[in-house]
């Protein structure tokens, strides 16, 4: 079946005119420009770098300019925030299409509060505008403080604010050795927040 689809794609293709070649040429030449075009676009509103936004008033702005946002909410305190920020910012130059912030939990009372921000680490997982999911703690990303980033990198793209190539169906864990970004493996285990309601909070 597949090899007669593509037979008669390349007999298609051999049977076309100089007219219709020169209009899938230009047909890809625009896709190409539209792309570069939408690559500069996120650039010049900040995607690319994992960025600490001051305040509230920013968090809200940021989240208006782009359609899906990474935020960690921090405390300076918390060494595991430490470990999300290394693999933020390697996913931040990865993932042009998302924009990848952090803010102080502890000078965002309000927003905490929206957001029923309750445990550090969490990622709050902003798509065009609402609060689409959350990552809270290490439990759906290994459990473990030495978790790969590719396995971030997965459970982001199982919230759709990435555009992930991967197989979503399935960990990336299998037969990879983890990386421990920041001194000796631990074990511990994470807890996440009790409350687990599903949250469409509207941050227009």
Same mark, same amino acid.
């Given at each position: 079946?597949?090899?007669?689809?593509?037979?008669? =794609?390349?007999?298609?293709?051999?049977?076309?005119?100089?007219?219709?070649?020169?209009?899938?040429?230009?047909?890809?030449?625009?896709?190409?420009?539209?792309?570069?075009?939408?690559?500069?676009?996120?650039?010049?509103?900040?995607?690319?770098?994992?960025?600490?936004?001051?305040?509230?008033? @920013?968090?809200?702005?940021?989240?208006?300019?782009?359609?899906?946002?990474?935020?960690?909410?921090?405390? @300076?305190?918390?060494?595991?925030?430490?470990?999300?920020?290394?693999?933020?910012?390697?996913?931040?130059?990865?993932?042009? @299409?998302?924009?990848?912030?952090?803010?102080?939990? =502890?000078?965002?009372?309000?927003?905490?509060?929206?957001?029923?921000?309750?445990?550090?680490?969490?990622?709050?997982?902003?798509? =065009?505008?609402?609060?689409?999911?959350?990552?809270?703690?290490?439990?759906?990303?290994?459990?473990?403080?030495?978790?790969?980033?590719?396995?971030?990198?997965?459970?982001?793209?199982?919230?759709?604010?990435? @555009?992930?190539?991967?197989?979503?169906?399935?960990?990336?864990?299998?037969?990879?050795?983890?990386?421990?970004?920041?001194?000796?493996?631990?074990?511990?285990?994470?807890?996440?927040?009790?409350?687990?309601?599903?949250?469409?909070?509207?941050?227009?």
């Amino acid at each position: 079946m597949v090899g007669n689809q593509l037979d008669a =794609e390349i007999d298609r293709l051999d049977h076309m005119d100089a007219d219709e070649m020169e209009m899938i040429r230009q047909r890809r030449l625009a896709a190409m420009k539209k792309g570069q075009e939408q690559k500069w676009e996120w650039l010049g509103a900040g995607h690319g770098v994992y960025t600490e936004i001051p305040g509230e008033k @920013e968090f809200f702005t940021e989240c208006k300019k782009s359609k899906n946002v990474v935020c960690h909410f921090y405390r @300076e305190s918390t060494f595991r925030c430490k470990i999300v920020d290394k693999h933020l910012d390697i996913l931040a130059k990865k993932h042009i @299409e998302t924009r990848f912030l952090k803010i102080d939990a =502890e000078k965002s009372p309000f927003l905490t509060q929206r957001l029923k921000i309750v445990v550090l680490p969490t990622l709050a997982l902003i798509q =065009e505008g609402k609060s689409k999911d959350y990552i809270v703690g290490f439990d759906d990303i290994g459990g473990t403080d030495d978790f790969p980033t590719e396995m971030l990198e997965w459970r982001l793209g199982c919230s759709g604010v990435i @555009e992930y190539n991967g197989n979503l169906s399935e960990p990336p864990l299998a037969g990879k050795p983890k990386t421990n970004l920041l001194g000796p493996k631990s074990k511990k285990i994470i807890r996440g927040r009790d409350d687990d309601e599903d949250s469409d909070s509207d941050l227009d």
